[in-house]
């Protein structure tokens, strides 16, 4: 085989590669929504919020994978002791080991309270109650079974839903 076949050759191999790379990364960073014993491992018993521990609602759990190894997992809890104010805001909690975007507001890894609110809103707060993050829902009038917590793939994004009303969650 001459030099310039084994050129031609290399060259297209490279090519090849080039071209697949994108795809490689993008399966790898794809959101798998988890279930059974994989959601079971990493939704905790209880969460802390604002000085009490509640316990996890574990069927009204949801978690993704996004990749290898980062989720995103949101749970109700009993908040029945909980104050009438707190039980008003604060549902469930949520936590992510990476940063992510909601609706297009930026949320950096922790651990955090939230709840979807009457007027259309989906809250993030600290653990001390404080509302960090607010985005407006959206309505899915076509979902066929609404749940109290689940979430759903949606393209690049994941929907997170109470009942009919979502968010949009998306991996930075």
Partial sequence: MNSRKKCLIKAAALLFLACS??????????????AGPDLSRV?????YFQGLSAPTQMRNSAGLRIGKSRHVIAGLVDTSGYSAD???KYQGFFITDSDI????????NGAYGFGFSSDGKFNIMDLAGNQILSASTAKDAAL???RPLMMSVDGE???LYSGRDYVLIEAK
């Fill in 21 to 34: 790379l994108p795809t490689l990364v993008a399966a790898q960073d794809r959101a798998v929504i988890l």
């Fill in 43 to 47: 939704v905790p018993p209880g969460f």
């Fill in 86 to 88: 707190v039980r008003e």
């Fill in 101 to 108: 975007s909601i609706d297009g507001n930026a949320l950096k």
């Fill in 144 to 146: 066929k079974r609404p």
């Fill in 157 to 159: 994004r994941v929907r």
